[in-house]
């Protein structure tokens, strides 16, 4: 028997509304056989780099498939509708608008894309507002079913596909210059950089070592560095790695971003002493 292709959803819709139901619906109605995992309905809304970093994080842990995101504020507009094939063998469907790049990067980079111009997988009228329910989820149910992708549209220039990065770490003397990148729902604050980046200015991070984070607007916080929440004091603030290998600001059983004045976006240093 073969395996049930997978749909992966991701978009700002919320759940009170029944935009990711109704998308669910159309996957359903034209790829019956397709199970689909919600990965999120909660990106912040038009936050086209959240949905980035939160397909960025998801993605390599869901089965190959096609997944589909929607973080749209250009919805109707001129803005492309795009399919792009990984190298691991995904197929991202979304808006060109950068929401789909880091993670196709992050599956083994880009070997095709094209523009989904089909009207033959498409629902139709189209809505100017609504292109996920329209456009996006029907190229999502299509391709699961087994069209090719070049019968969705013409082949474009990955080069020309819109990008976006996710602010890097530099390096400074004993540590990084970063970014807050994301404040996740228990406050903590990930931060533009890797372990690796790190390490490569203050070598091996291990547990007690101290850092000094100098955050613009916030003054200067010292921590220790911890691999778990509870190698801390309740209340102590901590840098860590998440579970994607990124840095991260977290305090024991609190929020980091009120505990530590720290918001997304925010400048900060991080210097191991």
């Known amino acids: 028997m073969p395996p049930r292709p997978v749909i992966g959803l991701l978009t700002d819709f919320g759940a009170r509304d029944p935009s990711g139901g109704i998308c669910e619906g159309v996957i359903l109605g034209i790829c019956p056989e397709a199970t689909v995992i919600h990965i999120s309905h909660e990106v912040t809304k ?9 397909l960025w994080c998801a993605l390599p842990y869901l089965p190959v498939g096609v997944h589909m ?8 507009t001129a803005r492309r509708p795009v399919a792009i094939v990984t190298q691991r063998g995904d197929v991202l469907i979304g808006p060109d608008n950068g929401l789909l790049r880091p993670a196709a990067e992050r599956l083994g980079g ?12 498409r629902l139709h009228p189209v809505s100017t507002s609504f292109h996920g329910r329209d456009i996006f989820a029907p190229a999502a149910a299509h391709l699961a079913a087994g069209v090719g992708v070049a019968e969705m549209g013409a082949a474009l220039d990955p080069a020309t596909l819109v990008d976006l990065e996710i602010p890097p770490a530099k390096p400074i003397p004993g540590g990084v210059a970063t970014t807050v990148v994301y404040v996740d729902t228990f406050g903590n604050c990930k931060l ?13 991070m291990g547990p007690g070592r101290a850092v000094r984070v100098q955050a613009d607007g916030a003054g200067e916080q010292r921590m220790g560095w911890a691999d778990t929440f509870g190698g801390v004091p309740v209340g102590a603030p901590m840098l860590y790695v998440d579970s994607y ?28 002493e």
């Open 46 to 54: 038009y936050a086209i780099r959240d949905g980035a970093l939160m």
């Open 69 to 76: 995101a929607v973080v749209d504020p250009g919805v109707g």
């Open 245 to 272: 290998d990124r840095l991260t600001i977290a305090v024991n059983q609190g929020s980091a971003a009120s505990a530590l004045g720290l918001a997304q976006d925010q400048p900060l240093q991080i210097t191991v």
């Open 110 to 121: 880009i070997v095709a894309a094209h523009e989904l111009t089909s009207q033959a997988h």
């Open 192 to 204: 533009g950089g890797l372990r690796a980046d790190l390490e490569a200015s203050a070598g091996p």
